[in-house]
Structure formats: C-alpha cells, structure tokens
C-alpha cells in the first residue's frame, strides 16, 4: 500500500526545536515534490515548506520563512521538516504531502498522497 506516514511531533516549550520526518512508501517517490501543512484547531490547513523532487528547490510559508528548514534523502525516502525557535502559533497537527510534479505546491489541492499527521504542540 502506498502512503506517507509522519514522526517526530511532540509537546515542547517555546523557543525549543523539533525535527519531523516524513517516510514515503510510494514507487517513485524521488519523482515527487513534497509539500509540508498544518491545520491548527478550527483552522484551515495553512502551508508550511515545500521541496522539489531533488531537493534543490524549497519553499517556505511567511510565518516560518527563517526558522524552519525542509529537506530530503530520497535514498531513505524521508523528507524532512527541522523546526526551530518553535512558537505557540506553530501548534498543530503537521501533515505531509507528495505530488507527481517538479515542484511543491503551496496550496492542499492536487497532491497524489497525504500522511496522517503529527501532532505538534507548543507550549508558552
């Protein structure tokens, strides 16, 4: 079966930092551009970062533009997604994404695959 399947949420303080992982079983998957959302409470899912299907292009919402830095090992199917100086604001469940495509999109509409998320809390 393919899927995506995330780790690495967890509850932290303000200012501390997390490193969540995307592991993808999908044929082809360094053919995939990967896109990272969250979805607070009561929220729409808001994009986060995105990355191309080699790496070298990357993509970042404005309120982690700086702080967080999306990457990926396609030897290890993983994309990563490394958070720092983590703020309450960030609180949500973190989901990921990958679509047949060069690039990542920064809207939900169109991927192939989704994860069931990560739960991500930060306290003040």
């Known amino acids: 079966q393919e899927q995506l399947e995330e780790s690495g949420g967890g509850l932290v303080q303000a200012g501390a930092s997390l490193r969540l992982s995307c592991i993808a079983s999908?044929?082809?998957?360094?053919?995939?551009?990967v896109g990272w959302f969250r979805q607070a409470p009561g929220k729409e899912h808001e994009f986060v970062a995105g990355?191309?299907?080699?790496?070298?292009?990357?993509s970042y919402g404005d309120s982690v533009k700086g702080r967080f830095t999306v990457s990926r090992d396609n030897a290890k199917n993983t994309v990563f997604l490394q958070m720092n100086q983590l703020k309450p604001s960030d609180t949500g469940v973190y989901s990921c994404?990958?679509?047949?495509?060069?690039?990542?999109?920064?809207?939900?509409?169109?991927?192939?695959?989704w994860g069931r998320g990560t739960q991500v809390t930060v306290s003040s």
């Open positions: 994404a990958a679509v047949l495509s060069v690039v990542a999109k920064p809207s939900t509409w169109g991927y192939d695959y």
């Open positions: 990355i191309n299907w080699n790496g070298d292009m990357t």
């Open positions: 999908i044929r082809d998957f360094n053919h995939h551009a």
